[in-house]
């Protein structure tokens, strides 16, 4: 595995057992927005396997980046790579959590490839660390707030 410049950890407490929360999200990957409760991620474009997306940081500048060649091992997995803004690859694991609840651990692997980006990193690497954590929480958030509308 190639060494990225980012390697990001974040692990959600979803209020849904793991093979629900993974057959619901697998569900998504075939509408035309996947991720319907997520306002800071907008999906730009959905081709079968590759999804343009748009991340928007609480800072004020977005990534663009397309997602593809999606792996998914039922109900306990999903792998991705990125190109654009963001190069690298994802995984998405699903393990049990306190009961009725799934663990749900995100690790991206990912250089930051936009030019005013690579420029300013060694100085704005701190904000970009930070954006990104705070996209995750509220991805979190929106996705456990999502679940209970839906029932």
């Known amino acids: 595995m190639t060494e990225r410049a980012y390697a990001f950890r974040s692990v959600w407490d979803v209020a849904e057992p793991p093979d629900r929360l993974w057959h619901t999200l697998e569900h998504f990957l075939e509408q035309e927005d996947p991720l319907p409760w997520w306002d800071a991620v907008r999906v730009t474009g959905h081709r079968g396997e590759e999804i343009d997306l748009v991340a928007r940081s609480a800072f004020g500048y977005r990534l663009r980046f397309t997602v593809y060649d999606l792996d998914l091992r ?78």
């Open 74 to 151: 039922p109900t306990t997995e999903m792998r991705f790579s990125a190109r654009g803004d963001l190069e690298g690859t994802a995984a998405l694991a699903f393990a049990p959590g306190r009961p009725g609840r799934t663990e749900l651990a995100i690790d991206w692997h990912v250089d930051a490839t936009a030019p005013w980006m690579r420029r300013s990193e060694r100085v704005l690497r701190p904000v970009f660390v930070l954006a990104h954590d705070l996209v995750m929480r509220s991805g979190e958030r929106r996705l456990n707030r999502w679940l209970r509308q839906r029932g």
